[in-house]
Structure formats: C-alpha cells, structure tokens
C-alpha cells in the first residue's frame, strides 16, 4: 500500500510558477513510477508527466513539455512537478499516483487526493 497526498496547489497568475510536491508513505515508494495526471472541470483526467523509479527516465505530455520538470527525492519519499510558464488552461486538479510507467491513468494503482491548481488570465 502507498498513501499519496499533494500539495502546492493554489492561485497564480498567467506566466507564473508553482511546485507541487507529492508526498508517499510506506518503504516501496522508490519502486514505482510517479505520474501526475490533472482533471479540468467537464473535462477527463489527463496525464502530464511521468518518472521512472530511478528518476532516470521522464515523459511528458506535449502541452506542458518545456514548461513542467517532473522530479523525485527517493530518501524523501517525494516527487514534484515544478511548474513554470504557468497558463490558464493549466487550470485544473492535480493529482499525483503511483504505478507503472506509462502515460495512461490505468496503469497506475495509488492516486492522491488532489490539489487544485487556478491560473487566472
């Protein structure tokens, strides 16, 4: 079992930077991949970017590439996602999870709560 909770979410203005950061119980955290994934209001759950366990492989969706850094600190059992270049349409929830590599939602078997991230124009 891995217990996820985020944080670092809040209300910055276009062209501004936020970090979010994930935090994970339990001792196999660094044996998962962590993904962020992000839900805007009537839309789906997206992906965002993924990293391998070792922090030596990344993706990223192409409307955040360039923008976002996903990162991981395995002795603290976190991963963030430091986020620049801030847009309104990166309004949206953002949740961290662990699983698999892989850019699908599926594929990943621990989720976080949420943190709500408001880009205002």
């Known amino acids: 079992q891995v217990q996820l909770v985020e944080s670092g979410g809040g209300l910055v203005q276009a062209g501004g930077s936020l970090r979010l950061s994930c935090a994970a119980s339990g001792r196999t955290f660094s044996s998962y991949a962590m993904g962020w994934f992000r839900q805007a209001p009537g839309k789906e759950r997206e992906f965002v970017a993924t990293i391998n366990w070792s922090g030596g492989s990344l993706v990223y969706a192409d409307s955040v590439k360039g923008r976002f850094t996903i990162s991981r600190d395995n002795a603290k059992n976190t991963v963030y996602l430091q986020m620049n270049s801030l847009k309104p349409e990166d309004t949206a929830v953002y949740y961290c999870?662990?699983?698999?590599?892989?850019?699908?939602?599926?594929?990943?078997?621990?989720w976080g709560q949420g943190t709500q991230v408001t880009v205002s124009s």
């Open positions: 999870a662990a699983g698999m590599f892989r850019t699908k939602s599926s594929e990943y078997a621990y």
